[in-house]
């Protein structure tokens, strides 16, 4: 099926730009990626980080029903 630029953006945010996709261990890689916002953040008073962290979860929020209605997969919520 054809991707609109919203679910194309939505499942490039959710994956971390693709990260998600490596076949070994996608959540250190996904993780790591936070690295340099921490960094950033750790630079600037607390309640910019505080809005970006809430931003972050909102954006979040965002990607994953895009990608779920367009996957047509709920996350099964499984641990590893």
Known sequence: PKISYQELLAYCLASV???DFISKAPGTFGSTAA?????ILSK??????LVICVLVF???IW???IVEKHSG???DQ???
């Not at 690295?35 to 960094?39: K, N």
């Open 58 to 60: 909102l954006v979040g």
């Open 17 to 19: 730009f693709g990260m």
């Open 44 to 49: 600037h008073h607390w309640s910019l980080g």
């Open 73 to 75: 997969k709920k996350d």
């Open 63 to 65: 990607t994953a029903w």
């Open 35 to 39: 690295i340099p916002l921490a960094w």
């Open 78 to 80: 499984r641990r590893c």
